[in-house]
C-alpha cells in the first residue's frame, strides 16, 4: 500500500474537520440503521424497512465523504466503534432488551477488538511508527 | 438458525468491505453496484437473525466477524499482510465471541 506524505498546512487541517463532522454523521446514521433493521422485524414492516434502507444509503454516503480526507484505517474504527456501542446502549431503551455486566463486558471486548482491527489496517499509523528521518 | 443468518450476513458483508475498497470513493459505477448489492443482502439475514439476537449482541457479532472475514480473505486473496496487530486484533474479536457464548448470553 502506497503512503501519502501528510502535510500540515491549515487549509488542510480545516477541509479535515470538515470531514470528522461527517464521519460523526455516518456513525449516528449507523446506529440509526442497526436499530431500525432490528424494528423491520425481518423486513416485515414496511415503515421501519424503508428507514433502514435510507439510512443505510445515509450512513454510505457521509462515509465515502469523510474517508476521501481521514484515514481508511482510523476512519472505519471510529466508524465502526460509534455504531456498535451505539446499538448495544441505545437497544435496551428502544427495544425490550437488556443490557447485563456480562454481556457489556464481552461487547466491549468485541467492540475494543474490531476497532483495532480497523487500526492496525491504517497506512497513516504505520507510517508515524516508522522512525522519522 | 439465527446463527446461520448471521453466518450468511456477515459473508455479505465482507464482500460490501471489499467491493467499496474497490469502489474507490463510489467513482468505480461496478463495485458500486456490487457494494450495493451485497448490503442489500447482508443487511435483509441481518434482520433475520436480529430476529433471535438482541440488536446490540447481533450488530456487534456481524460487524466485527466481517472485519475479521475481510483481514483474512484480504490475506489470502489480495496480498494484504497479515500482520501481528491485524493477528492480535482476530484473537480479541474471536476471543470476546467465545466469551459471550460461554456467559450464555448470544
Known amino acids: 500500500m502506497t503512503t501519502s506524505t501528510t502535510s500540515a498546512a491549515p487549509i488542510q487541517g480545516e477541509k479535515r474537520g470538515g470531514a470528522w463532522i461527517a464521519l460523526l ?3 449516528v446514521f449507523e446506529v440509526g440503521y442497526a436499530l431500525s433493521v432490528n424494528g423491520s422485524r425481518g423486513f416485515t414492516d414496511p415503515l421501519w424497512s424503508i428507514i433502514a434502507v435510507v439510512f443505510f444509503l445515509f450512513t454510505l454516503f457521509f462515509l465515502s465523504v469523510a474517508l476521501k480526507r481521514i484515514d481508511v484505517g482510523i476512519g472505519y474504527a471510529v466508524w465502526a466503534g460509534i455504531g456498535a456501542v451505539g446499538a ?3 437497544g435496551p431503551v428502544f427495544f425490550d432488551e437488556t443490557l447485563t455486566l456480562a454481556k457489556g463486558f464481552w461487547l466491549a471486548v468485541i467492540i475494543a477488538g474490531v476497532v483495532w482491527l480497523k487500526l492496525a489496517d491504517s497506512p497513516e499509523l504505520d507510517t508515524r511508527t516508522q522512525p522519522a528521518t | 438458525m439465527s446463527w446461520l443468518y448471521l453466518a450468511i450476513a456477515v459473508v455479505f458483508e465482507v464482500a460490501v468491505g471489499i467491493a467499496a475498497g ?12 456490487a457494494t450495493l448489492v451485497s448490503g442489500g443482502i447482508a443487511t435483509f439475514f441481518l434482520s433475520l437473525a436480529l430476529l433471535t ?7 456487534a457479532l456481524w460487524t466485527s466477524l466481517a472485519g475479521v472475514g475481510i483481514v483474512i480473505v484480504g490475506a489470502l486473496f489480495l496480498s494484504q499482510k497479515l500482520t501481528w496487530k491485524k493477528f492480535l486484533g482476530i484473537l ?12 450464555g448470553t448470544a
Do not use: E, M, Q, S
Open chain 2, 53 to 59: 439476537f438482541d440488536v446490540g449482541i447481533g450488530y
Open chain 2, 92 to 103: 480479541v474479536v474471536i476471543g470476546g465471541v467465545v466469551g459471550l457464548n460461554l456467559a
Open chain 1, 88 to 90: 448495544a446502549v441505545l
Open chain 1, 25 to 27: 454523521i455516518a456513525g
Open chain 2, 22 to 33: 474497490k469502489a474507490n470513493g463510489f467513482t468505480h459505477l461496478w463495485w458500486t453496484i
